[in-house]
């Protein structure tokens, strides 16, 4: 999470959607940007700190379609090369299953916050589950809502270029049955909030 009081900006990094370019950008941008409390750390933490700075910010962060996600969490980590049969008892397809379940068992406490870790509107709203943000861009429409939001923020800038971007098949292929309705019951928000659905490859 990166703050700045000179530009009255507070971005909070969801992990894998784009949130190195626009940390870059504001470092670049306002030289008091600094780091408060953690890379990915909860934006209502940041309330306690920041006091009357927190409403005066524009805050703002990125998500993605969780499936598509931890995809690109298991590419990051080397994992997600493509089996060579399509087959959901093959060791590809367990491997990103025991992936799933592991993160999926992971709850974090920063203060009286408690979320699921990797829970992106648990890391965006309050206690009571109110969204915290100004603004929120998505990950799949980049291009368009980075410079939009970096305009709001006082930053005139085309796109920024995507950094520790993750290479693999599309999401789709990854999944079984099992990782497909994990994902749906352990992050119904990040699900239904965001208004995002599990689609099949449009390669066919």
Not at 45 to 51: I, T
């Amino acid at each position: 999470m990166i703050h700045s009081a000179m530009g009255r900006v507070l971005f909070t990094h969801v992990s894998r959607t784009g949130g190195a370019a626009i940390t870059n950008c504001l470092y670049g941008h306002f030289p008091d940007s600094r780091e408060l409390i953690g890379q990915h750390a909860p934006l209502a933490a940041a309330r306690p700190d920041l006091a009357a700075l927190f409403d005066e910010s524009f805050k703002f962060a990125f998500v993605r379609n969780p499936w598509e996600r931890f995809v690109s969490w298991y590419a990051l980590l080397g994992r997600a090369s493509r089996p060579s049969v399509a087959d959901p008892d093959s060791a590809a397809w367990q491997g990103f299953d025991v992936f799933l379940g592991s993160w999926a068992d992971q709850v974090v406490r920063l203060g009286p916050v408690s979320r699921r870790r990797l829970s992106q509107w648990r890391q965006l709203t309050d206690a009571d589950g109110t969204l915290l943000t100004d603004d929120i861009g998505r990950f799949e429409t980049f291009a368009e809502d980075a410079p939009r939001l970096l305009a709001r923020a006082g930053i005139e800038q085309p796109r920024p270029p995507i950094i520790n971007a993750a290479s693999h098949e599309h999401y789709s292929f990854y999944y079984s049955e099992y990782g497909r309705e994990l994902v749906a019951s352990v992050y119904p928000e990040d699900v239904m909030e965001f208004g995002d659905e599990f689609e099949g490859d449009p390669g066919g």
